[in-house]
Nanobody, 117 residues
């Protein structure tokens, strides 16, 4: 059974940084390096839809970023640790949301990020 567990959220002032982690169990990244799938980070602010923030494609390593985070966020994966990361720099109040990772049809439980002075 696949389980995704996010961590790393918290409270940070504008301009600060956080690194989110998504630990995957039951889904060894290294076993699927020849199969094409996406590893995503989404976020959802109160009263808003859940939006795609960043995507990493398994076989090509191609990345996608929403315009609102381009140049500030970096998505990466560590096959040995079976973990997906989202490095978030220069955080803004509008980045405040619950952040979720998704791999195939599996979702994590979310981790809260609050950016405020």
């Amino acid at each position: 059974q696949v389980q995704l567990v996010e961590s790393g959220g918290g409270f940070v002032q504008p301009g600060g940084s956080l690194r989110l982690s998504c630990a995957a169990s039951g889904f060894p990244f290294s076993r699927y390096t020849s199969e094409l799938f996406a590893m995503d980070w989404y976020r959802q602010a109160p009263g808003k839809e859940r939006d795609l923030v960043a995507r990493l494609t398994s076989t090509t390593g191609d990345t996608y970023y929403a315009d609102s985070v381009k140049g500030r966020f970096t998505i990466s994966a560590d096959n040995a640790e079976n973990t997906l990361y989202l490095q978030m720099n220069n955080l803004k109040p509008e980045d405040t949301a619950t952040y979720y990772c998704r791999i195939l049809t599996y979702w994590g439980q979310g981790t809260q990020v609050t950016v405020s002075s």
